[in-house]
């Protein structure tokens, strides 16, 4: 069971802005980073934000990240065919001891 | 050229045991935590398990406490995961992640390819 909840799914059109919520309590957003994983079909997990707003190396900057008490979203703009993927949010949770993962959510290029 | 590739998944019966390795190159291993986080088929990502970059901290899901054991070789360059006690429910893709620090976060700038584990008489 995910600690972190986010929308199954989000959708959009070309060049449009796409956001993707993540909710938490205060043992894990409340109290540490997050940080973004983007999963092509078939493929391993790839870091996408860190540290609430940072971008690895080699991402567009049409990823962007944001951290507001105990939620964080994921903003996409400029949609592209190629962002279409499973994105997941994770953070560290001090009551748990451990790291924990969003419910993932679909996002559809239509 | 940082690159971690998991191996030893496979079919186990119900009460079997795995163990899991992680073979890590192009980077110094033992500055970095890493962890284990797994997905069941069609099903999100789940954390398991992690260590520390030195092995004095390991951390475990509630899920497999007590049946999973996370140790890693540093004079290797080697993770494992060893696999007790095995559920149909520990049925998933089993990645190997590098974290970003020497202590445990949920940071995890490279991943393996996967190594499937499937639980099943």
């Known amino acids: 069971q995910s600690v972190l909840t986010q929308p199954p799914s989000a959708s959009g059109t070309p060049g449009q802005r796409v956001t993707i919520s993540c909710s938490g309590s205060?043992?894990?957003?409340?109290?540490?980073?997050v940080n973004w994983y983007q999963q092509l079909p078939g493929t391993a997990p790839k870091l996408l934000i860190y540290?609430?707003?940072q971008r690895p190396s080699g991402v567009p900057d049409r990823f962007s990240g944001s951290k507001s008490g105990t939620s964080a979203s994921l903003a996409i703009s400029g949609l592209q065919s190629e962002d279409e993927a499973d994105y997941y949010c994770?953070?560290?949770?001090?009551?748990?001891?451990?790291?924990?993962f969003g419910t993932g959510t679909k996002v559809t290029v239509l | 050229e940082v690159q971690v590739l998991e191996s030893g998944g496979g079919v186990v019966q119900p009460g079997g045991s795995l163990r899991l390795s992680c073979a890590a190159s192009?980077?110094?291993?033992?500055?970095?935590?890493m962890s284990w986080v797994r997905q069941a088929p069609g099903k999100g990502l789940e954390w398991v398990s992690s260590?520390?970059?030195?092995?004095?901290?390991?951390y475990y899901a509630d899920s497999v406490k007590g049946r999973f054991t996370i140790s890693r070789d540093n004079s290797k360059n080697t993770l494992f995961l060893q696999m007790n006690s095995l559920r149909a429910e520990d049925t998933a893709v089993y990645y190997c992640?590098?974290?970003?620090?020497?202590?445990?976060?949920?940071?995890?700038?490279?991943w393996g390819q996967g190594t499937l584990v499937t639980v099943s008489s």
């Open positions: 992640a590098k974290d970003t620090t020497l202590g445990s976060s949920a940071r995890f700038d490279y």
């Open positions: 192009g980077f110094t291993f033992s500055n970095y935590a």
């Open positions: 260590i520390s970059g030195r092995g004095g901290g390991t």
């Open positions: 205060s043992s894990n957003i409340g109290s540490n980073t």
């Open positions: 540290s609430n707003n």
């Open positions: 994770a953070s560290w949770d001090d009551r748990l001891n451990g790291a924990v």
